[in-house]
């Protein structure tokens, strides 16, 4: 070797962690070279010191102290582990609270736009009343009957067909037909024309003339 071995060398040399060939060389420059022989016989003798040293045991406390450390710094970790996992949940929990309160506010929005609308609907357009008796036409029931007051004629519900045939409210035909049935008088409160279903037909009985009618509904004849 044309140089001092180095540290490392010597060490691994000292080990017997070199190969033959690199033994052989060691050893060689150690044969010619003073400096390397001095600094391998220090290391040899500090070697040989530790080996004679006397182990020591652990103290035994050792034990507990150690799994107290672990058992804190586990707790440690644990302890952070919960508080970024409550922290996450807590930024999900607000992420989800404020996407609520964006849809109530969107739902308000919407409500008061639809109420403003109705209330300008209102304001534009005019409101009409509709009688609902003349929508659906009035409706009395006589003579065992239900009539309905249609264009000023009382009419029997359920009639399709048109009259075959019409009286005077004070001819001698309607006077027979109110003797033979009793029930029809109530007809005679009626001051309208009315179209009702008898015997053998449909008859239409013209409007009473003024002064001619029963207010009484007794059945009397009417008298002229």
């Known amino acids: 070797m044309s140089t001092h071995a180095t540290t490392e060398t010597l060490s691994a040399y000292l080990d017997r962690q070199l190969s033959a060939a690199q033994t052989r060389e060691i050893e060689d420059h150690l044969a010619d070279c003073p400096r390397c022989r001095r600094q391998f016989a220090g290391m040899r003798s500090v070697v040989a010191s530790l080996r004679h040293l006397e182990r020591m045991a652990p103290p035994p406390t050792l034990g507990g102290l150690v799994t107290r450390r672990v058992t804190l710094e586990s707790a440690r970790k ?78 029997e519900a359920g009639l399709e067909a048109e009259p075959d045939r019409a009286v005077a409210a004070d001819s001698r035909q309607w006077r027979a037909l109110v003797a033979a049935h009793p029930e029809l008088a109530e007809l005679e409160t009626l001051e309208e024309a009315v179209v009702l279903r008898v015997e053998d037909g449909v008859l239409r009985r013209e409007a009473l003339a003024a002064g001619t009618a029963d207010p009484r509904g007794s059945g009397r004849p009417l008298g002229r």
């Open 78 to 155: 644990g302890l952070l582990d919960r508080f970024e996992s409550g922290l996450g949940l807590f930024e999900r929990q607000s992420s989800i609270l404020g996407l609520f309160g964006l849809i109530v506010a969107l739902a308000v929005i919407m409500l008061l736009f639809a109420q403003a609308l109705e209330r300008q609907r209102n304001a534009s357009i005019p409101v009409i009343f509709h009688d609902p008796t003349a929508a659906r036409g009035e409706s009395r029931e006589l003579a065992g009957r239900v009539f309905r007051r249609e264009s000023g004629v009382w009419v």
